[in-house]
């Protein structure tokens, strides 16, 4: 059984920073890609934030949050930290890790929030 826990959203001010992050578990896990996305309120869909394809140096940013946000792994712990900086209100989402492992199954945690607000 895979487990996917996010944890380190919250409340911050416009301009201010939160890190995010993953942890992936579970036996013979191996991971072949892992990322985070959000969803928006009111919006069903979720969006890719940014992720990356396990033991390369391959990442994707949206592009609303490149130059902001910074994706960084822990292969041997298998957990993924998403750095915000610079955080809008328009960043405020539910923030969601997904793994996808080498056999192309796929795992959700139960998200995190985050709002930007004065």
């Known amino acids: 059984q895979v487990q996917v826990v996010e944890s380190g959203g919250g409340l911050v001010q416009p301009g201010g920073s939160l890190r995010l992050s993953c942890a992936a578990s579970g036996s013979a896990l191996d991971i072949y890609v892992m990322g985070w996305f959000r969803q928006f309120p009111g919006n069903q869909r979720r969006e890719l934030v940014a992720?990356?394809?396990?033991?390369?140096?391959?990442?994707y940013y949206h592009e609303s949050v490149r130059g902001r946000f910074t994706i960084s792994e822990d292969g041997a712990k298998n957990t993924l930290d998403l750095q915000m900086e610079s955080l809008k209100p328009e960043d405020t989402a539910l923030y969601y890790c997904?793994?996808?492992?080498?056999?192309?199954?796929?795992?959700w945690g139960q998200g995190t929030q985050v709002t930007v607000s004065s």
């Open positions: 997904k793994v996808v492992s080498e056999s192309r199954d796929t795992y």
């Open positions: 992720d990356m394809y396990w033991n390369t140096d391959m990442k």
